[in-house]
C-alpha cells in the first residue's frame, strides 16, 4: 500500500515523523510538495523566499533520491492536487505536518474532508514545525499564554521528545508525474546577499554554531557588528532543520549560551501558540489600543525613507539597509527599526510588518507579525508605552560604529560615538557626508506616539 507525504513548512528528511509514520504504515511512500496557488498569488511568496525554497526542494530532493525515493513537485490548488496524486498513486493514507496560521488549518480541513470523501485517511502531525506543539501547554483560564516568562517555565519543564534519524531507505511507486523543480536562478527580485538554503547546509549550519558560536552568545547576541546569532531562522522557518532537535542538541551542548539560545527558540515557539489561538492577530491588533496612526503624504513619505534606509538615524538606516541586502537583519537591528517606524514615525505596524515579509528570508506569520505586535505594544510586551531610542541603541549595541560603517558606508569615515549623531557635527563638517537629516527630532517623535495612544 502507498502513502503521501504532503510538505509543507518541514523540507527535510531528518526528525521528521509525517514520513516516519508513512514508511513504517505502508510499503511505498510518494512525497509531495504543493507549489500552492493560494500562496503564491497571496503575496506572500516573496522573492528572497521563493529562491530559498528552490535551494530546500532540490536538497529534499536530492535527500530522498540517496534513499531511493524522490520528490514530486505538483502546482495549484493544493487540496485538488493531494486527491488528484492519491487517486493516481492509490495511496490509502496522507501524513503531513500541522501548521498554524487559520490558512494552514483552513486546507488541513478541507484537505480532510475531501479526502474522507475518498475513503482515505489523513494524519495531521504536531510538533514538527516547533519543537512543542501550539495548544499543548495552557494556562489555568486561557487557550494560549500571553506572557513569555510562564510560557518558558512550562515549556523548559516538558520532557524532550525523540528525535529520530532521517530513514535509510525509502520506497516509491512507479514514477508519478513530477514538474521540474523551480530553480534559484530563475527567481528574479533576489537580495544579492542572500543566503543558501536546504537541508545539509542547514546541518552544517547548527553543527558549526554548536562548536563554534553557541558558547557566548548570551554574550554577544546583541552585538550588531559582530552577528554573532545561528542565523538559523530561515532553516527553521522552512523546516530544513527540525527546531526539536536544534533545542536537543543545544542542550547536550549546555552551558549558558546554549541556554539563552533554547530560550530564543521558546521564543519562537511563543509566537506560534498565539497565533495558532488568535490567528486573526496576523492583521489585527492582539490587544487594540485605538491608536490612530499617521496617514497621509508626510507619513508616506517617511514610511519610503524608512524601507529605503534614509531615515536620518544611522542605525535604524543600517539595520534597514541590511534587510535589503541579505534578505536577513539582525534580531536588535529588527528591533529597533520596528521600534522606529511604530512608535516614532507613529506609523502602523502592518505597514512595517508587510515591509519585512517581502524581504525576509525566515518571514513567517507568527514570529513576524507577532513581534511587531509585541515592538508595537498592540501584542504580548508587558511594557507596550517603551519606545527604543535609536541613538542610545547605536551606541549601545554598536559602540565601535562598525554595524553602521559597514551598512551606511557614506558615514564610514566617521567614527563612534559621533557616527550615532551625525546631525551634532558642526556645519562644515557635516558638509562632507552625503547623509540625511533625520525625518524627525525624537522627542516630537515620543510626542506623538503618546498623543496618538492617549498616554498621558
Ligand atoms: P538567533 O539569535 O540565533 O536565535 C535562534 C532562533 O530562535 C532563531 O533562528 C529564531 O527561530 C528564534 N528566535 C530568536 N529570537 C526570536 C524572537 N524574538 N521571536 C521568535 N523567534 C525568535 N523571526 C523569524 O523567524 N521570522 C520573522 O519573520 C521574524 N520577524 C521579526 C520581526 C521583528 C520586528 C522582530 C523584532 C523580530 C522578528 N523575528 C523573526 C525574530 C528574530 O529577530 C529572528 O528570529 C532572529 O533575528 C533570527 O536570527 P538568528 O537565527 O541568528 O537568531
Known amino acids: 500500500n502507498v502513502a503521501v507525504v504532503l510538505y509543507t513548512s518541514d523540507l527535510r528528511v531528518h526528525d521528521h515523523s509525517p514520513l516516519r509514520a508513512a514508511l513504517s504504515s505502508c510499503d511505498q511512500v510518494v512525497p509531495l510538495f504543493v507549489r500552492d496557488r493560494a500562496i503564491e498569488e497571496s503575496g506572500f511568496s516573496a522573492p528572497n523566499r521563493r529562491a530559498f525554497l528552490a535551494d530546500c526542494l532540490a536538497g529534499l530532493d536530492c535527500a530522498l533520491r540517496e534513499r531511493g525515493g524522490r520528490l514530486v513537485i505538483r502546482s495549484g490548488d493544493a487540496v485538488g492536487e493531494v486527491v488528484a496524486l492519491v487517486r493516481e498513486t492509490d495511496a490509502d493514507e496522507v501524513h ?62 516538558l520532557p524532550p521528545r525523540t528525535v529520530t534519524a532521517a530513514p535509510r531507505v525509502i520506497r516509491v511507486p512507479e514514477s508519478p508525474r513530477s514538474e521540474p523543480l523551480p530553480e534559484r536562478s530563475a527567481v528574479t527580485g533576489v537580495s544579492p546577499g542572500l543566503a543558501r538554503g536546504g537541508e545539509r547546509e542547514g546541518r552544517r549550519l547548527l553543527g558549526a554554531w554548536l562548536r563554534e558560536g553557541v558558547d557566548r552568545y548570551h554574550e554577544v547576541h546583541d552585538d550588531l557588528a559582530g552577528d554573532a546569532t545561528s542565523r538559523l531562522s530561515p532553516h527553521l522557518h522552512f523546516g530544513t532543520l527540525s527546531a526539536a532537535e536544534a533545542v536537543h542538541r543545544a542542550r547536550a551542548a549546555g552551558g549558558a549560551g546554549a541556554e539563552a539560545f533554547v530560550r530564543q527558540l521558546c521564543w519562537r515557539d511563543f509566537h506560534y501558540q498565539v497565533l495558532a489561538a488568535r490567528p486573526e492577530s496576523a492583521t489585527r491588533d492582539y490587544r487594540t489600543r485605538r491608536d490612530s496612526w499617521r496617514t497621509g503624504p508626510g507619513a508616506r513619505e517617511e514610511i519610503e525613507a524608512w524601507k529605503e534606509g534614509r531615515t536620518g538615524y544611522p542605525v535604524v538606516d543600517a539595520a534597514m539597509r541590511q534587510l535589503r541586502h541579505e534578505g536577513w537583519m539582525h534580531n536588535r537591528g529588527r ?122
Open 96 to 157: 503531513m505536518a500541522a501548521g498554524v496560521s487559520g490558512y494552514a488549518h483552513a486546507r488541513e480541513e478541507a484537505l480532510r474532508t475531501a479526502l474522507e470523501a475518498e475513503g482515505r485517511r489523513l494524519y495531521v502531525h504536531d510538533m514538527v514545525v516547533t519543537a512543542v506543539a501550539p495548544g499543548a501547554l495552557r494556562p489555568a483560564a486561557s487557550d494560549h499564554f500571553a506572557v513569555f516568562t510562564p510560557y518558558l517555565r512550562r515549556w523548559s519543564e
Open 335 to 456: 528591533l529597533l527599526a520596528a521600534s522606529f517606524l511604530a512608535k516614532t514615525l507613529y506609523v502602523d505596524w502592518r505597514i512595517g510588518a508587510r515591509h519585512f515579509l517581502d524581504l525576509l528570508v525566515d518571514g513567517d506569520l507568527a514570529n513576524n507579525q507577532m513581534n511587531w505586535q509585541w515592538v508595537a505594544g498592540t501584542g504580548t510586551d508587558t511594557r507596550p508605552g517603551r519606545v527604543l531610542n535609536p541613538v542610545r541603541q547605536g551606541l549601545r549595541y554598536d559602540p565601535e560604529g562598525a554595524y553602521v560603517h559597514r551598512w551606511v558606508p557614506e558615514l564610514a569615515g566617521l567614527p563612534a560615538p559621533r557616527v550615532h549623531e551625525p546631525w551634532r557635527l558642526p556645519e562644515a563638517e557635516r558638509a562632507r557626508y552625503d547623509y540625511p537629516e533625520p525625518l524627525v527630532e525624537l522627542a516630537d517623535g515620543l510626542a506623538r506616539f503618546r498623543q496618538g495612544r492617549g498616554i498621558e
